[in-house]
């Protein structure tokens, strides 16, 4: 099955060669990096909880390196807490509102995840997490000490509160997302690499955190519901199930996959503010590290739309895919490219049976004349049919060749 996921895109084989051309072994990253001790252990921790944050933060300037991975240690410390459905709601809610102090007690650690808690064990030694956050520039810490209090305090409160209407289903993107965008702005304005203006309009960055995690939420729904959980606002999915477990049911098919296409529609709409912010970042380790998990979430989210498959499974992008969306994602021009390709992808799937049909192409139609009028070059050319001739091509060649050689053997 891989091999034929190449061979039907060989652009992906060509980005895969690359990126392992290009990109050294975890462990040998870390090393060139040069750094020691506790550090060192973050940076352990790094690539024990997020391979793919791993990477993109490991090419940071140095000015921001350290900075951005403590800040990411911090804020998966805190989601860990978050996520563990053993630690009881009291506890967890004072866990989460302190969790800011916490990280300047030096010394600290928490010792009790439940046992399926795959990150546990950054907690038990996040002691090493807040020697190396007290080494930081002082402003680097108040920025982070900042988004983490109000992280922490909006999580407490969805502790209690269900994702009910719109309005809260945007607020609690804005606490576990949204606010990582204010913070990453925030630094990156506070390293000098970036404008000071960066850092203080942070309605953009709010917009780039709420289109990642509406399209982690969108994808996640069987998981979630199979956890007991459901980060769908009920404003949306109670006009297609009466519960949640009706939502994902196959005999529920149909009005789960329209509940799903509204969701993909409502991440689909911070489209203009992604591509405004992404204009605005001009130190080159910044710009990619920002853009690639945004072209990620417009490859899924268009992966997601009317896809049934979503409502049983965990839908993923292909790792070919990925690794191409990764060579693409260095410049702003090559990044439009990427999104219209995938918003042509999206007007392919989006059927006039579809309810939100009208909906879903006003936002093709929007996205498409905003790239083209703003490319060098203009639009870009489609060429899908001319790669499936060339694949097709290939798998008729290799397996008449396959075929002799077996044959002749």
């Not at 199979?226 to 477990?245: M, S, V």
Request: include cysteine.
């Amino acid at each position: 099955m891989a091999f034929i996921d190449w061979v039907l895109h060989p652009t992906e084989l060509w980005a895969a060669f690359w990126y392992v051309m290009r990109h050294a072994p975890p462990d040998e990253k870390t090393m060139q990096l040069q750094v020691s001790g506790d550090m060192k252990r973050c940076y352990d921790f790094l690539e024990m909880t997020s391979r793919s944050f791993a990477a993109v933060i490991q090419e940071l300037n140095p000015k921001l390196r350290d900075g951005i991975c403590l800040f990411y240690l911090v804020l998966r410390g805190l989601d860990t807490i978050e996520d563990d459905m053993t630690i009881p709601g009291a506890k967890k809610r004072n866990l989460l509102e302190t969790f800011h102090e916490a990280i300047y007690q030096e010394g600290w650690t928490f010792k009790e995840s439940g046992p399926d808690e795959k990150d546990a064990l950054l907690l038990v030694e996040f002691d090493v997490v807040i020697r190396e956050f007290l080494r930081l520039p002082i402003e680097y810490q108040e920025v982070i000490a900042d988004i983490t209090r109000r992280m922490g305090a909006g999580m407490a409160k969805y502790t209690r509160t269900r994702v009910e209407s719109l309005d809260s289903y945007n607020e609690y993107c804005h606490y576990v997302a949204g606010l990582v965008g204010h913070g990453l702005s925030r630094l990156f304005a506070k390293s000098g690499l970036e404008d000071p203006a960066v850092g203080e309009n942070l309605e953009l960055a709010n917009s780039m955190g709420l289109f990642l995690q509406k399209t982690n939420i969108t994808r996640d729904i069987n998981e979630d519901v199979l956890d007991g959980r459901c980060f769908w606002p009920k404003a949306i999915w109670g006009d297609y199930a009466a519960t949640e477990d009706e939502l994902i049911s196959k005999t529920n098919r149909e009005k789960g996959v329209d509940a799903l296409n509204v969701m993909c529609v409502n991440a689909l709409h911070h489209i203009p503010d992604v591509l405004e912010y992404l204009s605005q970042i001009t130190e080159p380790s910044v710009f990619k590290f920002c853009a690639i998990p945004q072209t990620m979430a417009i490859a899924t989210i268009v992966l997601c739309y009317d896809n049934p498959r979503v409502l049983d499974d965990n839908v993923k992008i292909r790792k070919g895919e990925a690794l191409k969306l990764i060579s693409q994602s260095d410049s702003l021009d090559s990044v439009k490219r990427v999104f219209y390709r995938y918003i042509e992808m999206l007007e392919r799937k989006n059927h006039p049976s579809n309810p939100v049909y009208a909906e879903v192409n006003k936002i093709i139609d929007k996205t498409k004349k905003d790239i083209a009028t703003t490319l060098k070059g203009g639009a870009p050319v489609d060429l899908t049919k001319e790669y499936l001739v060339l694949a097709l091509f290939l798998v008729t060649v290799t397996t008449f060749f396959y075929s002799y050689l077996t044959q002749a053997s």
